[in-house]
C-alpha cells in the first residue's frame, strides 16, 4: 500500500534565514519522491504566520491540514522542522497528539526523523485530558448525591440494608422504602435501654453473639459476630427516632483518588419520618448524652493513640489484630499484646489467651530488626541481585541490537536501489519501484524505533541501579540512626518491612509462655530497592526485586533462642 504524504510549510516575514515557502516545498516533495510516498498537490498546505500567531485568519493552511489529517485523507505529514509548526507547545503538542491517534506521523525532511510525543509532551497531553475527566467525573459525582437527595427527601431508601428495617417496595411502585422489622427493632430498643443504664459496648456486644442473636451484617470471613464499634455506630443512627438524614459525608475526588469528606451543616438532608421511630426521644436523649460524656473523658485522658507494633501483629487464631490493653505484673500496671476479638466479642469468635508485655514484644522486635536487617550484608545481598538481574536483561538487549543493526543496514541499501531504479525508469513503470520502496521504508521506521529503544535501555539501567545504591546505603544509615531514637519511624519502618503484617502464635517454652512471631519480610522496599517506584525510561518493563517474594524471615527462631522474648 502506497503511503499519501501531506506538506505543511510555513514562513513569515520575521523570518529571514528560514527557507523560502517554495524551498520548504520542494525539499518536502523531493523528500517524499525518495521514500516512495505519493503526493496529491491538494495536500500541500501552507500559512505566512509568525510562530506565536494561532489566530483563525492566520493559520488557515494549518486548520486546513488538521482537518483533513483526522479526516483520514493521509498518512503522514512532511515537514521541514517542529519550529513549522508554531511556537505554542501546548498547541503544538495537542495536534501532535491528534494526528497520532488519528494514525497520521509528523516527519521532518531536515532531519529525517519522526515527531515522536516524548514524555514532556505525552505528560503535557494526558494532564489537559486529566483535567477534562475529572471535571466529567465531579458533575457525575454531584447529579449522583442531587438523585439521592430527591430520594431521600421523599422518604425512599438512600443507601443499603439498615438494622431494624425492611426495604419494601413504595406503594407508588417507585423505588423501594423502609418499614419497621419488629424483631430487629427489639432488638435495637434493648441495645438503647442497656447503654442507658450503664452496660459496656463491649458486655452488649458479648451477650447478643452469645445469645445467637444475627449481627446486622455478617463480616467476610464469616465470623457472625456483634462488634462493639458496630453498635456504637447504631447508637448514634438518627433514624431510630425517625430521622431521616442524610448528606453528612460525601466522595469526592482527591489526586485522583475517591474519598469521603465531611459536608457543611446547611448540605445535611433531613426530613421527619414518624413512622420509622423505633426508640423514643427521651431513650434516645439519655444514650446520646451518655456518648458524649464518654468521648469528653477519653479525650482528657491523653493516652497515646498507637504502640510500636499494634496493627501490625495479627493474632494466629483468628487473624484479627492485636490491640494494647491493661494488665497487671504482679501488682504493678502494665500495657500487653493480646486479640482484640476475644477481647471484643469473647471466646467463641477466638480462642487465643496469648498476653505479651508491650515493651518486651518491642524491644525484642527492634533488636531484631537491627541485627537482620540493618546490616551491609543483607543489602549487599540485594544489591547483588538486583545488579545481576538486570545484567541478564542487558546482554540479552546487546544480543537484540546486533540482529536489529544488521536488519536495517540491509533495509536501507534497499531502499537506496529501489530509489534509484525508480528514478531512472520510465514515468509510467516508476510506480512499481515506488511500491517497493514505501514498504521497506515502513519497516525500517519500525526497525529504527527498536533500535534506539534497545539501544538506550542498559545505559539508563545501569545509570539507575548506581542511583538506587548511593540511595539505599544513605537510607540505612539513616534507619539506623531513626529506629532507636524516633518511635513514630520506628513504627512506619516495621510496616514496610512486612507489608503484610507479623503473626503471633503462642510458643510454649520451659519457663513461660512465649510468643512466636512470623511474617513475610520485604528488605528491598525499606531500602527503596525497587525499581517499579523510580522513573524508569518508557520500553522496558517494570522491574521488581526478585527477592521480595520469597524472602521470609522466621523471627521464631531467633527470638525464642537468641532474642527471649516470651509470651
Ligand atoms: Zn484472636
Not at 443504664?197 to 457472625?224: F, H, M, S, Y
Not at 518486651?360 to 550484608?377: G, I, Q
Not at 516495621?494 to 503484610?500: A, D
Request: proline fraction near 4%.
Amino acid at each position: 500500500m502506497t503511503v499519501r504524504a501531506a506538506i505543511y510549510a510555513r514562513r513569515s516575514t520575521d523570518e529571514h534565514q528560514v527557507e523560502s515557502l517554495d524551498t520548504q516545498l520542494d525539499n518536502a516533495r523531493r523528500y517524499a519522491l525518495k521514500r516512495g510516498y505519493s503526493l496529491d498537490m491538494a495536500h500541500e498546505f501552507t500559512d505566512t504566520a509568525s510562530r506565536a500567531e494561532f489566530a483563525p485568519h492566520r493559520r488557515r493552511g494549518f486548520a486546513a491540514l488538521r482537518d483533513a489529517a483526522l479526516a483520514g485523507q493521509f498518512d503522514v505529514v512532511i515537514v521541514r522542522d517542529d519550529s513549522r509548526l508554531g511556537g505554542d507547545m501546548l498547541r503544538v503538542a495537542t495536534f501532535a497528539q491528534e494526528l497520532t491517534d488519528a494514525g497520521v506521523k509528523i516527519l521532518f525532511y531536515s532531519t529525517g526523523d519522526e515527531m515522536v510525543l516524548d514524555n514532556e509532551m505525552t505528560r503535557l497531553v494526558a494532564v489537559m485530558r486529566g483535567f477534562a475527566s475529572e471535571s466529567e467525573r465531579r458533575r457525575i459525582a454531584s447529579r449522583t448525591r442531587e438523585s439521592v437527595e430527591r430520594k431521600a427527601r421523599r422518604g425512599l431508601v438512600a443507601g443499603g440494608a439498615v438494622y431494624g428495617y425492611r426495604n419494601v417496595p413504595a406503594a407508588d411502585g417507585a423505588g423501594r422504602v423502609r418499614e419497621v422489622d419488629p424483631e430487629q427493632a427489639a432488638i435495637v430498643r434493648e441495645i438503647f435501654e442497656r447503654y442507658a443504664d450503664g452496660e459496656g459496648l463491649r458486655t452488649v456486644a458479648k451477650d447478643l453473639t452469645e445469645r445467637g442473636i444475627t449481627p446486622p451484617r455478617v463480616r467476610k470471613d464469616g465470623l457472625g459476630a456483634w462488634a462493639p464499634a458496630a453498635i456504637h455506630a447504631m447508637l448514634r443512627r438518627p433514624l431510630y427516632v425517625g430521622r431521616i438524614e442524610w448528606g453528612h459525608t460525601h466522595k469526592t475526588y482527591k489526586a485522583g483518588t475517591k474519598v469521603r469528606t465531611k459536608t457543611h451543616a446547611h448540605e445535611v438532608v433531613v426530613v421527619d419520618a414518624p413512622h420509622l421511630r423505633i426508640v423514643p426521644e427521651e431513650l434516645w436523649q439519655a444514650v446520646q448524652a451518655r456518648i458524649e460524656r464518654n468521648e469528653r473523658h477519653s479525650t482528657d485522658g491523653g493516652r497515646p493513640t498507637s504502640y510500636l507494633l499494634s496493627g501490625i501483629l495479627r493474632c494466629g487464631e483468628c487473624g484479627g489484630p492485636l490491640s494494647v490493653v491493661n494488665g497487671k505484673k504482679g501488682y504493678d500496671p502494665i500495657k500487653v499484646y493480646t486479640c482484640c476479638r476475644r477481647r471484643d466479642r469473647g471466646g467463641q469468635v477466638c480462642a487465643s489467651t496469648l498476653r505479651r508485655q508491650v515493651e518486651t514484644v518491642d524491644t525484642a522486635v527492634l533488636a531484631w530488626v537491627s541485627r537482620e536487617v540493618m546490616t551491609e550484608e543483607l543489602l549487599g545481598r540485594l544489591l547483588a541481585a538486583l545488579r545481576g538481574r538486570l545484567e541478564a536483561r542487558a546482554k540479552s538487549q546487546g544480543d537484540e541490537v546486533e540482529a536489529l543493526e544488521r536488519q536495517a543496514a540491509k533495509l536501507r541499501a534497499e531502499v537506496d536501489r529501489f530509489a534509484e531504479l525508480a528514478l531512472e525508469a520510465p514515468a509510467e513503470a516508476r510506480g512499481v519501484f515506488f511500491a517497493k520502496v514505501g514498504e521497506r521504508q515502513k519497516e525500517l521506521t519500525a526497525l529504527e524505533a527498536r533500535l534506539r529503544t534497545a539501544k538506550t535501555v542498559p545505559a539508563a539501567m545501569d545509570l539507575e541501579v548506581r542511583r538506587l545504591e548511593v540511595d539505599a546505603r544513605r537510607r540505612l544509615e539513616e534507619l539506623r540512626e531513626a529506629i532507636g531514637r524516633n518511635p513514630v519511624e520506628a513504627r512506619r519502618f516495621i510496616q514496610k518491612l512486612f507489608p503484610n503484617g507479623l503473626t503471633a502464635t503462642p510458643l510454649p517454652t520451659p519457663g513461660e509462655r512465649r510468643m512466636r512471631l512470623v511474617g513475610v519480610s520485604a528488605p528491598g522496599r525499606l531500602f527503596g530497592i525497587e525499581l517499579g517506584n523510580s522513573a524508569s525510561p518508557a520500553g522496558f518493563e517494570t522491574l521488581r526485586h526478585p527477592q521480595n517474594a520469597a524472602f521470609s524471615l522466621d523471627l521464631a527462631r531467633v527470638a525464642s533462642a537468641r532474642m527471649g522474648f516470651a509470651a
